[in-house]
C-alpha cells in the first residue's frame, strides 16, 4: 500500500476561484507526478518533478502550476478554475523512476 | 506515434474463471512495462511489471506475457473473483522519453466485470 495523500477528494467550486489541490508522500520518493484522467479514459501526465525545486510540464498541456518546495509535498494550483478543467486529478510518485504510486484522486467539478 | 491500447474494451467473466486482459503496444523501444488496476472512485494500483529482457512474469494469481515481436502484452488473471472487477491499464516506459522522469504511456483501459 502506497503512502500517498491527495486532499480534498472531491471538490466543486465555481468558475474564477483559484485552487489548490494537495498531495504529500511519506515515502521519501524523490520524484513526483501529476496525471490528469477524464473518467474511462487513459491517464495523461500534466506536470513532474525529479526534486526539490524542479518541476516540468507533461506530455498534456495544463494552465494548472506546481511547486515543489519539500520533498513530500508537491501541490497543484489553478489560479482561475473554468469547467474545462473539471477532471480527477492523480499524484503520484516513485523512487525508480519506473514503478509508480499512485494517490487516490481528486475529482474537480467546475460549474 | 506512440501508443498503447487494448484490443477489449470490456470483458465479462463468471467467478473462478480465468481472465485474460490484452494490451498492444507499438514502440519497440519501449523496454518496461506494468499493470495497473483502478477501482471506481479510486487512483490506479499497481499489479504486476515487466521488463523487456522478459517473455513472462507471475505474481500472486495474475501472470504478465509480453511478446516482443508482435508487441502484445497479456495480463492473465486466475480464479477470477468478484473483488477483480475494475479497470485494468497497460503502461508503457520508452526510455527515450527519459526513463528516470517515469514518463509512463498509458492506454485506453479494458473493464472486467466479475459476475458471482
Known amino acids: 500500500e502506497a503512502d500517498i495523500y491527495q486532499t480534498p477528494r472531491y471538490l466543486v467550486i465555481g468558475t474564477g476561484k483559484k485552487i489548490t489541490l494537495e498531495c504529500s508522500q511519506t515515502?521519501?520518493?524523490?520524484?513526483m507526478y501529476w496525471y490528469q484522467q477524464d473518467p474511462g479514459m487513459e491517464l495523461h501526465l500534466i506536470h513532474y518533478?525529479?526534486?526539490?525545486?524542479?518541476?516540468e510540464k507533461g506530455d498534456l498541456s495544463s494552465e494548472s502550476t506546481v511547486s515543489r518546495i519539500r520533498t513530500e509535498h508537491f501541490p497543484l494550483t489553478l489560479e482561475s478554475a473554468r469547467p474545462s478543467h473539471t477532471s480527477q486529478y492523480l499524484c503520484a510518485s516513485s523512487i525508480s523512476g519506473n514503478t509508480i504510486y499512485f494517490g487516490e484522486g481528486s475529482w474537480l467539478t467546475v460549474v | 506515434g506512440e501508443s498503447v491500447g487494448l484490443h477489449l474494451p470490456t470483458l465479462s467473466v463468471q467467478e473462478g474463471d480465468n481472465s485474460i486482459i490484452n494490451c498492444a503496444y507499438s514502440n519497440s523501444a519501449s523496454d518496461y512495462f506494468i499493470w495497473y488496476k483502478q477501482e471506481s472512485g479510486k487512483g490506479p494500483q499497481f499489479i504486476i511489471d515487466i521488463r523487456s529482457n522478459m517473455d513472462k512474469r507471475q505474481g500472486q494469481r495474475v501472470t504478465v506475457l509480453l511478446n516482443k515481436t508482435v508487441k502484445h502484452l497479456s495480463l492473465q488473471i486466475a480464479a477470477t473473483q468478484p473483488g477483480d472487477s475494475a479497470v485494468y491499464f497497460c503502461a508503457e516506459n520508452n526510455p527515450r522519453r527519459g526513463t528516470s522522469y517515469g514518463k509512463l504511456t498509458f492506454g485506453q483501459g479494458t473493464i472486467l466485470t466479475v459476475h458471482p
Open positions: 515515502m521519501g520518493h524523490d520524484k
Open positions: 518533478s525529479y526534486g526539490v525545486n524542479s518541476t
